[in-house]
């Protein structure tokens, strides 16, 4: 969680936390929690973004995940209470933007990762994996069902049937394709030590908000063509479209932005919209 929603002082050895974080997708399981806190100097002015990993012994779970979907990943909300956090655990945001990291293990391409990039796109992989579900799902179920109110005893029969299904399998393929360069961008860059400029990194997450959003178009169109019962409870596709809807939906990947901050660094422009790029 990025957003600095918290407040600190600088003791000795590293920092005293107070505050609270939203949408902690996994802290249910999770035995430690990376929270995002604003750096103070031991005047308190703010000199820094930090990015403090905190052991979920320290921390309290407030009950506030009540959604349409995502509802397994029980993203509640943190809270920290004069929680001391050792210097050591802690890592700027926006050196970490930049690829500086407090690490020292940089023979390790991993390590070199782009930040950003990698942050995006790892939120591509359960949409990648949605998609291809329901695509799965509604081939399996076609050639036995009818369509309702028409003389087709089975959808495969269907020309609506036909081209809904072949629309949705372009767009996985897009949605994985463009996924799937954005992760070798980011490796190959890695394994070469050389760190992605803005252009290549907001190509990354254009790469990624363009997957997302074929994704997620990809299973409204197989909903249409199952027809109405895929939203019965019983139905595995209510609950991916759920998911997926929501998923979609996450900050760090919105296609809009996405595309905003793409189209910008085309043009050589490199700030106005996020530092999250």
């Not at 269907?158 to 490796?187: G, N």
């Not at 249409?224 to 998911?243: K, M, T, V």
Request: net charge negative; aromatic share 8%.
């Amino acid at each position: 969680m990025l957003a600095p929603s918290a407040e600190a002082v600088r003791v000795d050895g590293g920092y005293r936390v107070t505050g609270s974080w939203g949408w902690a997708s996994g802290c249910l399981h999770s035995q430690w929690a990376v929270v995002g806190f604003p750096v103070p100097d031991e005047r308190g002015e703010v000199v820094d973004q930090g990015l403090a990993l905190v052991p979920m012994l320290d921390l309290s779970i407030e009950d506030t995940w009540f959604v349409a979907g995502m509802r397994g990943t029980g993203s509640n909300t943190l809270v920290a209470q004069d929680v001391f956090v050792p210097e050591h655990r802690v890592i700027s945001v926006p050196a970490a933007i930049g690829g500086r990291y407090g690490t020292e293990h940089t023979d390790e391409a991993l390590y070199r990762s782009a930040f950003i990039p990698v942050a995006a796109l790892v939120l591509a992989g359960p949409q990648l994996g949605l998609a291809q579900a329901a695509l799965e799902l509604v081939l399996e179920k076609a050639p036995k069902r009818s369509i309702s109110y028409t003389f087709y005893d089975v959808q495969t029969e269907a020309p609506t049937v036909q081209l809904a299904v072949a629309k949705a399998a372009a767009l996985v393929d897009s949605a994985h394709l463009h996924a799937y360069r954005a992760a070798a961008d980011i490796d190959q860059a890695a394994a070469d030590g050389v760190y992605p400029d803005y252009a290549a990194r907001a190509r990354v997450r254009m790469d990624t908000g363009w997957a997302i959003e074929q994704a997620r178009e990809a299973v409204r169109v197989l909903v249409s063509a199952h027809g109405a019962s895929s939203f019965a409870e019983s139905s595995p596709l209510q609950r991916i479209w759920r998911d997926s809807e929501v998923a979609s939906r996450h900050a760090v990947i919105n296609p809009a932005i996405s595309s905003e901050v793409y189209g910008r660094a085309l043009l050589g422009i490199t700030d106005g919209v996020t530092a999250l790029v």
